[in-house]
Every structure is written in C-alpha cells, then in structure tokens.
C-alpha cells in the first residue's frame, strides 16, 4: 500500500523579533494583557524587502537540503498562504521562480490558519494516485504588512508573527506516512476572522472607505472563534482517531495550529493530554497562520519529541471557519 511520508521539514522566520513591550509604542496595550490572553512573548516581522514567497523560499531550501535534494528533484509545489506577494498570481509560481524550477505545477491554498492540513489532504491524494512523487508544501505568511498596528487594531495585531514552514512529501511503501486527513468547513461563519476588501464584491474593489472602515484589515470576533475553536480541534482529532481505530493513549505527540496558548490549553484539557504530548511554540512567533503546524513540526523533530514509528496528531482551526485534523505515523 502506498501512503505519503513527511521526508523532511524546514522553517524559516525573519531575523527581527517583535516583543510585545515594542507593540506598546504604537498602540494601547501590556506585556501582560497579551500573555495571559494568548501566551504570546515575542513575533518575528520581516524587515524591508523581505517577502512572503522569500520566507517559503528559506524554509524550502532548509527542508530540500536537509533532505539531500536539489530544487529540480521537486516535481509540485503547493503554497498555503492568506497573505500572499500580491492579489494574483498566488505566492506559489514566485516561490517557483525563486527555486528555478520553471514548468512544474504550482497549486495556491486559500485555507487560512487550516492551509497546511488542506494542502496536505491535496498532496496525499495526488501521491497515493501516482500524479507526483515529490511535493513541496510551503505554509508562509507575512502578517506585519497587513496589520493595523494602532489601538484600533490591537486585538489582532497583537496575535499575528510572520514565518514559513515546509515539508518535503514523498510516497512510501513502508508501514508509516499518512494515515488520514480530515477537512470541515462552515461558512456561515466567515466574517468572524477576514480581511473584506479588497474584493470584487466590491465595485470597485478597492476605495479610501474601505481602508475608513477597516476592512482591509484582519477583523474578528475574537470571543466566537475561541468557543468555536476549542470545540472544533479536538472534535477533529478524536474523528481521525475514530477513523483509524486507534485511541488517544494510541498519540505520541499533537501539533495543533499556534492560534493562542489558550485554545492549545483548551484542546489539551478536552483531549486529557500530559504537556509532554502537546506542542506550542505560540510564546515566539505568535500565530502564523498557515505556517504554524510545519514550523512546530519541524521544532518538534529537532528537540527530538518524535521517533520512527510514532503517531503524530495534526490539528487546525480557522478563519472560514475551517478546520480538520492529520494522523501520520512517523
Ligand atoms: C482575542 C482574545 C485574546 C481577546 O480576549 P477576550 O478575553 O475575548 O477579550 P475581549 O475581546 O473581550 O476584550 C477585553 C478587553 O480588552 C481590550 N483589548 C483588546 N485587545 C487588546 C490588547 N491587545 N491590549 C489590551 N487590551 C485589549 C478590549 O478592547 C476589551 O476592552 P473593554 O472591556 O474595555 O471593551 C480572545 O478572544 C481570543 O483568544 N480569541 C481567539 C483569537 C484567535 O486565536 N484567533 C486566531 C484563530 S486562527
């Protein structure tokens, strides 16, 4: 049976770190507020002329040398991103010309903070189908740019870092890789944590009002997706337990999406889950959207909290809302 292996993982962040006592230059708002709200100490913010398909760029060279293969070996890449150089074309064909490899396909996901699992559920059908043996999955996001970084923006500028994780996919033969995706979505929801304009909703898509009224900014209602996301992710991973007939004690370790401290704390409470078996990294790079599951992958590898043949839990949740679940036996 053939399943797709993780090969490899790489990350990137910007060099500049953004503490949470700097954000009090520009806005109303403490150190302590944003720790006990969201666990978050510091983000990274990319300098000028750094770019969002610059970040995938670092992570995929990390994770393609770390494995011992060259650009060319890649025969697809998919990018996750809500932030992408610019409006189209997607942030993937930039990476691509980044990478030097002209003529392979490029796929861009639009899935928010549930990208990367959405991206993975793409790439694991494509390799169990034998369409492509070597898929780049980038998840990377420059959130800084787009920020409102005045007290009108606080309850989201606060929360959002920039970075990029990747992952090298492979398909295998051997008994591990992934065991199953799962992906929901429910959008009633989706003005609860969005960027409105610019959009062709809008005619024309973009004027000085809706920059007025702050809808080319993240807005959200902060207190509708904790409830719905602390609901959600462990909803999710208990369906993809279910799925495999295997049980929580079954779980070495759970990366969830990097929202807040406290909806990890939320998921791990519901799941009844020993901290040893819960990965955050929330506390240095805030959330980074579609970038926050591979870059805690790939910490979580290098500390050495995930050995050949564990199970490991992915989970997310989103604007959308969207949100599912990965099992891969490593
Ligand atoms: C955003 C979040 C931390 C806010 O916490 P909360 O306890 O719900 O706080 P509230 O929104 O009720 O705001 C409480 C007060 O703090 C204020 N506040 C908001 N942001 C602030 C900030 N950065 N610093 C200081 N005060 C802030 C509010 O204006 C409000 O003031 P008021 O009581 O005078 O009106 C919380 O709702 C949350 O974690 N939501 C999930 C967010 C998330 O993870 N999003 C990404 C998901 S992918």
């Known amino acids: 049976m053939i399943r797709t292996a993780v090969v490899s993982t790489g990350y990137y962040v910007p060099e500049r770190v953004v503490t949470n006592k700097e954000l009090t230059q520009w806005m109303d708002t403490s150190d302590e507020w944003i720790r006990q709200r969201s666990g978050i100490e510091e983000r990274r913010w990319v300098s000028e002329g750094e770019s969002n398909s610059d970040l995938a760029k670092e992570a995929s060279t990390r994770a393609l040398e770390r494995a011992g293969l060259s650009p060319g070996d890649i ?16 942030s993937g064909v930039f990476l691509q010309r980044k990478l030097g490899i002209d003529g392979v396909p490029c796929l861009d ?9 959405y991206g993975l559920s793409v790439a694991d059908a494509w390799i169990r189908a034998g369409v492509y043996r070597k898929i780049l999955l980038v998840g990377t996001e420059v959130h ?13 500028a606060v929360l959002f870092g920039d970075g990029a994780g990747a992952v090298i996919l492979e398909p295998t ?14 959008g009633r929801h989706a003005e609860k944590l969005w960027i409105g304009a ?11 009002e809706h920059i007025e009224q702050g809808l080319t900014r ?18 999710a991973v208990r369906e993809a337990l279910e799925a495999n007939g295997l049980s929580l004690d079954d779980i070495a370790i759970v990366i969830p999406h990097q929202a807040n401290l406290r909806i990890t704390q939320a998921l791990q409470k ?17 959330n ?13 590898l290098e500390e050495g909290r995930i050995k050949r043949g564990d199970l490991v839990c992915l989970t997310a949740f989103g604007s959308g809302f969207t949100w599912g679940s990965a099992l891969i036996r490593w």
């Open 198 to 208: 610019p959009g062709s909703f809008y005619n024309p898509w973009l004027v000085p």
């Open 218 to 235: 993240p807005q959200m209602e902060g207190r509708e997706v904790f409830k719905h996301a602390s609901v959600r992710m462990p909803e």
């Open 75 to 90: 025969d697809c890449v998919i990018v996750a991103t809500l932030s992408p150089d610019h409006y189209f074309p997607g």
């Open 144 to 156: 800084s740019r787009g920020l409102e970084k005045s007290t009108a923006g606080r309850d989201t």
């Open 173 to 186: 033969d051997a008994d591990r890789g992934v065991l199953s995706v799962h992906l929901h979505a429910d």
């Open 288 to 300: 980074t959207t579609a970038a926050s599951i591979p870059i805690a992958l790939h910490e979580a």
């Open 270 to 286: 519901a799941l009844g889950l020993p901290d040893e078996k819960v990965v955050s990294n929330i506390h240095k790079y805030g």
């Open 109 to 117: 996901v639009r899935n928010q903070c549930t990208g990367f699992l």
